[in-house]
């Protein structure tokens, strides 16, 4: 008998002993309900919250607490389940896991930190709940057969996700899709890990079957991949990973002339892509850019990485500043704004505000320092470390493809990370990655052994175990989540409703202060603002308790943050939103934006609030000056373009018809639909009998947008009477006879009428 078959009797053997399930104790069948469930949530909708991150970082971080309690019931009576700290994996994840708490009280904001964000969902409790994950899987899923069911499973859930994405894809005209993602970048990152699952499950097929099955799972995952996701780092890491499995198999598997051909092919393919993607950019690319889907052509024309550099440097600077433990995780914003250059190395960032580097490994070294960047690339370097001994210890090819095939999965995902982030469908997988690669170093012990705790004192334990994981559930992510849905609901009822909106504001802000408290208060003072810059007087006078709790709550957002530009700027925009109120507000929204210019001198935003507030002031000439020096401080078309907008506001206000249609003209990139605080200085300035296509142009946008709005019809009927179109006029006035008579009367005499 051949030592192989020698190996494959024994491991029948084993498996006769172990079944899978049965006999088991309980709390397994929790961890495998759990772990099977996981994968689960990358199906969520948003389910009524304004992203996809949080109901999905939610119900696996419920998963994960619930498994998590369970595993601690078990772990205390049975040695076999219980972590192996000797293995080096497991001492790496939990180093990392370490570095990120020692690096903690360094953070420019520790809250931010600790807890994230409910559109991030990614600090160092999120981070805890992943290397629990890893734990518990590492620990309870202890031979390959127990391995590949779940596997199965998450390859079954991720073909769905794939394919609803390709369908998708084939009616959207070629653009990138979510599918169930909500992100097309996330949706790449998400469907490259699933790819290299399908492909570990393809390398460990038995039978004809199972190859052809798994076979189709890997192209399907590549279609949506390359197709309906449209990540080039995706693709990237894709690409290097498949190179790495082709010179494994060449190495490993082939032979004599199957080694040749097979290094011919592969020769082949590599250059008929690179070579094809550079006669498309250097000899077609009007071609190419006409009558290649808009996914491809992104991948083929778009320069690579221009953006991210500009971000590296960014954080680089930061590292430069505080190297040893860093800014703290989730706390890249403030490097960003400290160090951001918009109109000089920076200029090519296509926006205004970043959280991240765009690059995990970058993130890690700004966000914790060398401290937290050495651990995480410990971990990395560790889980290779590990496959690579794992498959010197065997002679199993099989075995050996499966560890290289893991190998693959992770160096394809290291190349994706330099690019992007982690986020809660690919942190679960990255997790389960690791935990199977630990499991590979792992001596499961044979025998329970002896409890930590006395038999009669357990269903105590137990009873503990549940009612601190109920805390948990509840604490950490029913009550956010609720709160987060009813803010959610409250700012949709902010402009017809401000009573019912400040009564379900209060509720969502009210008990202890959680992860999701900032977000609320920042939605709640963008609905607020709105109400006092467009609304009418009476939605405005609704208003007023909605306002004055407002400013209290970011007054509060300002004590958590108090070295943070955009906060400030958030506040600073609050009180002069508001400033109708009392004139206070509005000097001392004036020294917040003074406060902001000092600490990030090169930014647009600020010198954007002074002409604000300037020109409630009147000071109109000064609005221009600070509205120049905006401009001075970007290049980005979307702010230029709010810019010329405001400037043109200023000119009519001063009665410059001419100068305020100039610079509406100049502020293409500005949704202008959005504002209509032009139409009525605009209108007044205009000399009669003068037609203003602009001017036409923008009330007739806003009328579409906005056909009941009071000042949007003034606007309308006052531009086009002085335009000539006085039917046009008189039309839309004789249609406010009826239903509003004394705003009829108004406008009649303001066009001296009788």
């Known amino acids: 008998m051949s030592k192989r078959s020698k190996e494959r009797r024994a491991q029948a053997a084993l498996q006769q002993r172990q079944p899978e399930t049965a006999g088991k104790p309980w709390q397994i069948w929790v961890i495998r309900f759990c772990s099977y469930a996981a994968i689960c949530v990358a199906l969520l909708s948003p389910m009524g919250i304004d992203n996809y991150t949080l109901p999905k970082a939610t ?9 998590a309690g369970a595993w601690l019931t078990l772990i205390i009576n049975d040695r076999r389940y219980r972590p192996n700290f000797g293995n080096p994996l497991v001492i790496a994840v939990l180093a990392y896991l370490a570095a990120l708490f020692i690096a903690l009280p360094f953070s420019g904001d520790p809250s931010r930190a600790f807890w994230s964000t409910y559109i991030r969902m990614d600090g160092i409790i999120n981070i805890l709940h992943f290397a629990t994950w890893f734990l518990m899987l590492s620990s309870t899923y202890r031979n390959w057969d127990e391995w590949k069911s779940l596997l199965r499973w998450f390859n079954l859930v991720g073909l769905i996700i794939s394919l609803y994405g390709l369908i998708q894809f084939s009616g959207s005209h070629g653009q990138r899709v979510l599918s169930t993602i909500g992100n097309a970048l996330y949706f790449g990152v998400f469907t490259l890990l699933i790819t290299f699952i399908a492909v570990i499950l393809l390398s460990q097929a038995r039978n004809w079957v199972g190859r052809v099955g798994y076979g189709i799972s890997v192209a399907i995952h590549v279609a949506a991949l390359v197709l309906a996701s449209g990540s080039r780092s995706s693709d990237l890491g894709l690409f290097i990973g498949f190179i790495f499995i082709a010179v494994y198999l060449m190495l490993a598997w082939l032979r004599g002339w199957k080694r040749i051909v097979f290094g011919i092919l592969s020769l082949l393919v590599i250059g008929s892509l690179g070579g094809g993607t550079y006669y498309l950019r250097t000899k077609a690319p009007d071609w190419g850019n006409q009558h290649l889907p808009p996914v491809i052509s992104r991948l083929v024309y778009s ?65 914790t320092g060398i401290v937290g960047f050495a651990a995480y690339l410990l971990v990395w370097l560790t889980a290779f470390f590990v496959l690579w001994r794992a498959s010197r210890r065997t002679e199993d090819k099989v075995e050996r493809a ?30 389960l990655l690791l935990a199977l690669t630990a499991s590979s170093a792992n001596k499961p012990a044979d025998e329970p052994g002896a409890p930590f705790i006395a038999k009669e004192q357990q269903p105590i ?99 958590d943050r ?119 200085p605009l209108g007044l300035a205009m000399p009669d009998g003068r037609p203003n296509p602009s001017a036409i142009r923008y009330v007739d946008t806003l009328a579409r947008a906005y056909p009941t709005q009071a000042d949007v019809i003034h606007a309308y009927i006052l531009i086009h009477w002085k335009s000539g179109d006085r039917e046009t006029a008189q039309k839309m006035l004789n249609g406010l006879q009826t239903n509003y008579p004394d705003f009829y009367q108004a406008i009649k005499a303001e066009l001296g009428l009788k």
């Open 59 to 67: 119900f696996f971080q419920i998963l994960a607490e619930i498994a």
């Open 402 to 431: 499966r560890y290289a095939m893991i190998a693959a999965g992770l160096l394809a995902f290291a190349v994706q990370m330099t690019f992007t982030f982690e986020i809660t469908v690919s942190g679960l997988l990255f997790y």
């Open 461 to 559: 334990f137990i009873v503990i175990v549940a009612a601190a994981t109920l805390w948990l559930v509840i604490s950490l992510n029913v009550i956010p989540f609720s709160k987060v849905k009813t803010a959610v609901k409250a700012f949709t009822l902010v402009g017809a409703d401000p009573a019912a909106a400040y009564v379900m504001f209060k509720d969502a802000l009210s008990g202890s202060w959680n992860f999701a408290t900032p977000d609320i208060r920042q939605r709640m003072s963008e609905g607020v603002r709105s109400v006092y810059i467009y609304g009418q007087p009476k939605l405005r006078q609704s208003s007023v308790e909605l306002a004055r709790f407002t400013l209290a709550e970011m007054d509060k957002q300002m004590d």
């Open 562 to 680: 108090p070295f943070d530009y955009k906060t400030i700027m958030m506040v600073a925009y609050t009180y002069r939103g508001v400033a109708e109120l009392d004139p206070a507000y509005l000097t001392h929204a004036e020294e917040l934006v003074n406060r902001a210019l000092a600490m990030s001198p090169q930014r647009p935003e600020a010198y954007e609030e002074m002409a604000e507030i300037s020109m409630l002031r009147g000071q109109n000439d000064k609005a221009l000056s600070w509205s120049q020096q905006a401009l001075n401080h970007t290049r980005f078309a979307g702010i230029i373009g709010r810019i010329r907008f405001r400037s043109a506001i200023i000119y009519a206000k001063k009665g410059d018809a001419a100068s305020a249609t100039e610079e509406f003209d100049g502020s293409t990139g500005y949704d202008f639909s959005k504002d209509f605080r032009l139409g009525i």
């Open 303 to 367: 320069n690579f990485g221009t953006d991210r550099a500009s971000l590296w440097a960014i954080a680089f600077e930061g590292v430069r500043e505080k190297p040893i433990f860093g800014w703290g995780m989730e706390n890249y914003g403030p490097v960003f704004n400290k160090y951001y250059q918009p109109t000089g190395r920076d200029a090519s960032l296509t926006e205004p505000w970043y959280d991240r580097a765009h690059n995990m490994f970058i993130d890690t070294l700004v966000s």
